[in-house]
């Protein structure tokens, strides 16, 4: 199995050397309406086509958001996701990425299978043929 982690508006300490020094701040930051607008823009226009259109459908990508993520954004998100079978949303109360991801990765090779894990952005594409 394929299992792709896509941080959809997750808000917390993050890898990429960004920190969060106000949690609340960061939150009215990244959930301005604006902001979100532009966020499921980029989703809806670049990365769901890209993973609609794969050839091999065999593949997971899990939606990292933050358990508070407003209610109006996650229902958006979620309508988004009960029309894609390869789509999962993955709310987390965790404030560290690494712990986050390892929840999610744990969590998902509970049936033991092997897996291969992979990141993307909300606003990244693959192409068609990506395996």
Known sequence: MI???????????SDTGRLASDIERAKIELWNPMRMAIRFWLFGQV??????TQIDQGFVVSLL????????????????????????IHATTKKDIDEALREQISASQLDGNKEVHFRIDDDDAVSSKFH
């Open 47 to 52: 990365l769901l086509p890209s993973l609609d």
């Open 65 to 88: 958001i933050s358990d508070d993520l407003p209610q109006k954004y996650r229902d958006r998100l979620e309508a988004i996701v009960q029309e894609r079978k390869t789509l999962r």
């Open 3 to 13: 299992v792709g982690h896509c941080r959809f508006s997750w808000v917390g300490f």
